[in-house]
Structure formats: C-alpha cells, structure tokens
C-alpha cells in the first residue's frame, strides 16, 4: 500500500529516468523504497527519486546537494544525478542513482569498518573547501523531535518519566537549544546502517547516501548511534570495536588518538539514547503495545543515565 | 612497607600486572592510587571473556572473544554480556533499529 505521493513520485520517476513520452522497456516496475513523512524514495531501474519532506528547507537543501555533489566529497558521499529539480505537491524531489544497500536480514555483514572509514573522511573534509554556507548538522534537532512525539503519543507517565529525566540532564546543545562546542566540522547528522549503499551496484564501493540532515555540528554525534546500542548492551562489543577501532585507525577527528573515546562520545550517545527510547515509547504507545526486550534496554540506559551526570570533555580532547 | 593498621609487615603481590600491598599480620590489603581501578577494569574484561552459558561439550569452540581488548564504555553502559541483549540480530526489533532513524 503506498501513499498518493508514493505514487505520484513513481511517475516522476518514470519520467526523469525515460524522458515523459519514451516508451518504457524496463524488466523491473518501479519500487517503492521508502514512504514516510519525512521522505518518499522510489526507485526505476538505476533511477533513485526522493521526495523530501514538506518542511524542507530549499536553501538549505541546495546546499546540502551541492556538497554531495562536490568533488571533495567523492568517493564518500553518493552525488546527485544531474537532473532537473522537481517538485511534487510543494515537495522538493531530488535524483540519485541506485546503490546496494546493507541487506537488512544480513545485519551480521553489516561494513562497520567502512561505514567508520567514510566518517572519518568525512570528518576531515576542510570545511573552508566546501560551496555555500553549510547549515547545522541536524542531530540534535532530530533527538528533539524525538522527544517532543512521545510527548504527543501521551506515554505512561511512569515511563515518560525516565526518558525525560536522561534528557533534561543533558547540556543545552545536545538539545539542540543552542550550537555545539569545539570546532564545527562536516557531519552526516543521522548515520545508521540503512545509510550506506554500494555504488556502482552491486559490488561498487560503500558510500554514505541521505544528506537532509548532513551540516556543520560536532562529529561525535554520526559515532553515537552505534555508540548508544552498545551502551544499551544491544550491539556486541566485537562491532562496536570493529566501528570505533576503525575510526580511530583512518584518524577520524571525532576522538582522542589513543585515549577513551567516551568523554567525547558520552553527550552524544546519551542523546541518541534517548532519541531512540523515545521514539520507541512513542510507537509502542501508538500501537498500544507493551516495550519489547529491545526497547526495555534503551529505556534501562536512559534509567541508569540519571545516576551519572554527562561527561565534560577536556578542550584537548578535541 | 608496614601495615597502617596493625604495623606487621606487608608483602607484594602481583596480580594480572597489578601491584597489591598484603600485609602478613592482619591480611589487609593497600591499594596505590588508580590500582582499584586497574582492577575493576580487568575484572569487567574477564567477565567479558566468559562466554554467557557456552554449552558444556562444544565439539569445535567458536573464534575466541579473547582476541578482542575490552571496549571501554560509559559509566551508564549496560553490564556487557550479563544483560544479554547483544549481538542478538536475531530480535527483530535490534534488525530493524539498526536501519532506521
């Protein structure tokens, strides 16, 4: 079942990958790859089209498209196709080209080590060689959004509780009511595995796709998601080795050389932490369910959080 | 050095690479600074290395976790592997979290 902008969107598809009057010889219809309110993708053949959602800044869009277009950033993030811009219903729609992703029932070959290696390079892109004036990394906007719809979900309070006592012990940055300290560098701003395809298909190298909430911001926040599910206990030491190990070996910027990680990644986590627990109150509240063992664990951390003010890290840290 | 307690002798110890202080008459132990702490760490990194309920006769034993150091973690971090979520692709739920926002 997908949304009328699902199928309006597969006839933009259509269009830009055929051309509006060329007979289609395709083997393959169009798919739908993703229909949520903060975007639309459909994909024809080795044409990607997203639909962006209906809040989405133009220019701060066109500046995100223009540093993944840029060639300082080839071979790390995926370039636009040159099409066109469009738009659908007041919806800007952008084109890409088709990668593999990470097979979603193959978690296990999940490319930790690639995933870390593109983030570092990513990091260390000189922002002075970048086009335009970058916005911020949307990170920790996100994690506020997070928050304020479990708010509207009308969780139990009991559990509301613990999710909001994690986040308001956080500092104002991370909560995205005032700008990040240390030096701002490129950031992904929601990195997770389903941000990583392999271009050219199937076999190309990895590279980093979706850049709506790509900015400036503190690079620890595009290590804190897998950082948070190991906190949490639900990602194996091994990988998150293989992640953070990474990382540190292709002198990613985010963390200390050859010291603990965590004074830099523990704000960041914790708010990934609570992002992901709230968001995981919100659904189960919706779908009138009770937590999962999973989302009990997030829910454990944000509990345990309250007991240990956040972490300060030293200025040399970064 | 002498005991501060009972003021018998004490006597060295080296355990896992961590100097102890035990002292002959009352079987107190000293702690240098950082040395409980060297301690706790290397307690966390065998607990680690203890596969959670291996079964008792595995023929052929998987790769050794050993061949990964301890991560360091955040005081708030879940008691790895005593909670025994991780590593559990398997949960749906974690399969799912890891490709979404």
Not at chain 1, 20 to 38: G, I, K, N, Q, Y
Not at chain 2, 14 to 40: K, M, P, S, W
């Amino acid at each position: 079942m997908s949304s009328s902008v699902a199928r309006a969107l597969t006839a933009t598809v259509r269009a830009a990958a055929h051309g509006p009057h060329a007979e289609c010889t395709c083997p393959a219809r169009p798919t739908v790859l993703a229909d949520r309110d903060d975007g639309t993708v459909v994909r024809d053949g080795a044409t990607v089209a997203k639909a962006h959602a209906p809040d989405t800044d133009r220019t701060e869009l066109a500046a995100r498209l223009a540093v993944a277009a840029h060639p300082a950033l080839a071979g790390v993030l995926l370039a636009p196709l040159d099409l066109p811009a469009a738009e659908l219903d007041g919806r800007q729609v952008t084109f890409w080209p088709h990668g593999t992703p990470v097979d979603a029932d193959a978690p296990q070959e999940a490319p930790w080590e690639e995933a870390a290696a593109l983030l570092a390079r990513l990091h260390a892109t000189p922002v002075e060689a970048l086009p335009g004036s970058l916005p911020a990394m949307r990170g920790p906007h996100k994690a506020a959004l997070a928050v304020a719809r479990m708010r509207r979900t009308g969780p139990p309070e009991q559990v509301a509780a613990v999710v909001e006592r994690a986040w308001s012990a956080l500092p104002p940055w991370a909560r995205a009511e005032s700008t990040a300290p240390g030096p701002a560098r490129l950031c992904h701003g929601d990195l997770h595995l389903g941000q990583l395809v392999r271009h050219p298909a199937p076999h190309g190298p990895w590279l980093l796709i979706d850049v709506d909430d790509l900015g400036l911001g503190d690079p620890a926040w595009d290590l804190a998601r897998p950082a948070a599910w190991f906190a949490a206990g639900l990602l194996a030491p091994e990988e998150w080795l293989r992640f953070i190990g990474s990382y540190a070996a292709a002198a990613g910027p985010a963390v200390p050389l050859d010291a603990d990680p965590w004074p830099v990644l523990d704000v960041p986590a914790r708010a990934l932490t609570v992002q992901t627990a709230a968001l995981a109150v919100a659904k189960a509240t919706a779908a009138r369910r009770e937590l999962d063992e999973v989302e009990l664990a997030l829910l454990d951390a944000c509990d345990r959080m309250a007991s240990v003010p956040p972490q300060l890290p030293a200025e040399a840290a970064k | 050095m002498q005991c501060p307690k009972c003021r018998a002798p004490m006597q060295t110890y080296n355990r896992n690479g961590v100097q102890i202080e035990q002292c002959n008459g009352c079987r107190g132990i000293f702690l240098d600074y950082g040395e409980l702490e060297a301690l706790t760490r290397l307690e966390s990194q065998w607990a680690q290395q203890v596969p959670p309920a291996a079964p008792p006769a595995a023929p052929a034993p998987a790769p050794a976790p050993q061949a990964y150091p301890a991560p360091q973690q955040p005081a708030w971090g879940a008691p790895h592997p005593g909670h025994g979520h991780h590593g559990h692709y398997r949960q749906k739920s974690f399969g799912r979290m890891l490709f979404s926002s």
